[in-house]
Nanobody
């Protein structure tokens, strides 16, 4: 399974950015898809997750500003980030629980990470 994330970028405070991450490979089903981030000197933290039934979960720090969504037909998860703050600066990683053909369990897969910098 490969996860291909879109490029991040440099955004001014208050700006918006949309990330996407597409899963490909021998995929039988996808359970949860999500985004995590890691700022310099800090541990990786959950940003948002979405289940196959579209139940969502957000970190308190992004509630009301970020929206996670998914397109099951495209095996793609999106993260719409609005009202960005300098403290949102981090490397963002997509994550997904995938069951591949021939395996009776879900595996945990990570994308390569994409840099998001919020600065004026």
């Amino acid at each position: 399974v490969q996860l291909q994330a879109s490029e991040g970028g440099l955004v001014q405070p208050g700006g918006s950015l949309r990330l996407s991450c597409a899963a490909s490979g021998s995929i039988f089903s996808i359970k949860t898809m999500g985004w995590y981030r890691q700022a310099p000197g800090k541990q990786r933290e959950l940003v948002a997750t979405i289940t196959s039934g579209s139940s969502t979960r957000y970190a308190d720090s992004v509630k009301g500003r970020f929206t996670i969504s998914r397109d099951n037909a495209k095996n793609t998860v999106y993260l719409q980030m609005n009202s960005l703050k300098p403290e949102d600066t981090a490397v963002y990683y997509c994550n997904t629980l995938v069951r591949v053909f021939g395996v009776n369990d879900f595996g945990d897969y990570w994308g390569q990470g994409t840099q998001v910098t919020v600065s004026s």
